[in-house]
């Protein structure tokens, strides 16, 4: 190598920015070189949609790793699918540079190793699993989503090291004081040597123009564009669930997070709900199960509930996606699987009755052929359930953002009704979770999770949500 390559390498190593360009040949666009050109301890950003965090805190990452022999790259990130693609983004940049092509990634162990002996590993939003290590660098995805408790148990160990750094991005998410949304603010109010903060709306990304943010107004709830697209926090007066509503639901600890499949038997029986995507929007199953031993009943001796399982998937054919939910039922012990037989889910519906028949000689399928009155019923059933304690939500930032993009209407004689949500591409977690609840619904049931019977009258409960007197039975 000449003087000039060592001359480049050694700029490479200095600066992230150099790095990018030079030896991965993706140079960053300007709102991420403010980020990599910081010296702050604490990088915090609060970005909306495909603004490009996923692509710098790879960069950031892999030049981390690149710079520093011996590093560790720590990714954490609320959400398994959100940890694992974020890895993939760093195997893929690190693949295709010749320079970095010493490096090795490890699927099982969940992390790239460069030959000069660094490694970033991603590992799940747990105190336990993070608290471990000796870290150079921290990288939080979706910060706004980790357990605040998480946080406090696992930072002070993880920044113990000296020239250790932390980089924080997030779509904005969850009241003041959660520790995302109160390193934001203070960085933005006064940035100091040690914490510095960036807001990128969507537009901030050179490739996305007016034109299409003004069609994905058009298509979306006001709250939802607002907080994905401006990023903007936002706890709008008609929200259905309010953020501290959600935050108060939402798991503890690392109890009643989602289960990988291998660990789904191990739940129990559940029942499950799938929304067939359209177009835009992407298929969803979500799965929800008994909480068992004590804490499974409230003080008035109500079963409570978790969400071991949720599953989003874009672009992806409907025999996929049955394939998908065929394997799924294989794992987990399915009472009921609730599918939508309207529109586009009449087809689907029954061909995932016929597989699942097959594969487990059960009718396990419900098919349900929906109506707004009963989708308002089911949300209604899951407001009530949250506002009960009685279900425990995973934080899982799809989930939670569309629960908190739903929003009440004014209905007549007064009466707050949830708008039911438009087929508008944001809202299929929330319908699958919906369609879930439905066999837990009725008054007198037949009992699909063992052991579990609701005996109080749903009807009267869910009163208060309805404009007229329920005529139409319950199915
Ligand atoms: N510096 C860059 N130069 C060219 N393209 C880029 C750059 N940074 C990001 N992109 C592209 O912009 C798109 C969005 O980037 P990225 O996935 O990093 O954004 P994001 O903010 O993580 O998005 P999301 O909100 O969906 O998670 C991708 O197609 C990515 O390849
Ligand atoms: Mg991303």
């Not at 993070?130 to 979706?142: K, N, P, Q, S, T």
């Not at 597989?355 to 929906?370: C, F, K, M, N």
């Amino acid at each position: 190598m000449g003087d000039r390559g060592i001359e480049a390498l050694d700029r490479a190593r200095r600066d992230a920015g150099v790095f990018a360009e030079l030896l991965l040949g993706a140079a960053l666009w300007p709102h991420q070189l403010e980020v990599v050109a910081s010296p702050a301890r604490y990088r915090v950003i609060c970005a909306g949609r495909q603004v490009g965090k996923s692509r710098l805190l790879a960069i950031l990452a892999l030049h981390r790793a690149f710079a520093q022999a011996g590093a560790v790259v720590l990714l954490v990130s609320a959400g398994d699918t959100a940890a694992k693609r974020l890895l993939e983004d760093v195997a893929t940049l690190a693949l295709g540079s010749p320079m970095l092509a010493g490096s090795v990634i490890d699927e099982s162990s969940k992390a790239v190793t460069l030959s000069n002996g660094s490694v970033i590993r991603a590992v799940p939003a747990s105190a336990a699993q993070i608290r471990g290590w000796a870290v150079d660098l921290l990288i939080v995805d979706e910060a706004a989503f980790i357990d605040q408790e998480i946080w406090r148990a696992a930072e002070p160990a993880i920044i113990a090291r000296p020239g250790s750094r932390v980089v924080l991005s997030s779509s904005p998410w969850g009241s003041p004081d959660h520790f995302f949304r109160a390193l934001w603010t203070r960085g933005t109010a006064e940035p100091t040597v040690h914490l510095a903060a960036w807001h990128w709306p969507s537009i901030t990304s050179p490739l996305v123009d007016e034109a299409l943010l003004e069609e994905i107004r058009a298509r979306e709830a006001p709250a939802y564009f607002e907080r994905e697209f401006e990023a903007k926090w936002t706890d709008s007066a008609g929200a259905y669930f309010t953020t501290a509503e959600l935050e108060a639901a939402t798991a503890r600890d690392g109890e009643h997070e989602l289960v990988d499949l291998d660990a789904a038997a191990g739940c129990g029986q559940v029942v499950g709900g799938v929304d067939w995507g359209m177009q835009r929007d992407a298929h969803a199953l979500v799965v929800v199960a008994a909480i068992a031993g004590e804490e499974g009943l409230d003080e008035r001796g109500r079963q409570r509930y978790w969400v071991p399982f949720v599953e989003e998937r874009f672009a992806t054919d409907y025999d996929t996606w049955i394939d998908r939910l065929v394997k799924c039922a294989g794992a987990f012990v399915f009472g009921a699987l609730v599918a939508e037989t309207n529109g586009v889910g009449q087809m689907p519906t029954q061909q995932l009755a016929r597989r699942l028949w097959e594969a487990s000689g059960r009718d396990l399928v419900v098919p349900v052929a929906t109506t707004a009155r009963l989708k308002e019923d089911l949300f209604g059933f899951m407001r009530l359930l949250v506002q009960q304690k009685r279900l425990v939500l995973p934080r899982e930032p799809s989930l939670l953002r569309q629960l908190g993009a739903l929003e009440f209407v004014q209905g007549d004689g007064g009466v707050m009704r949830i708008a039911v949500p438009e087929r508008s591409g944001h809202d299929d977690v929330a319908m699958a979770f919906a369609f879930a609840l439905q066999p837990l619904m009725g008054g007198e049931m037949v009992p699909v999770l063992e052991g579990v019977v609701e005996d109080y009258d749903l009807d009267e409960e869910l009163a208060d949500y309805r404009i007229a007197p329920y005529d139409e039975g319950w199915w």
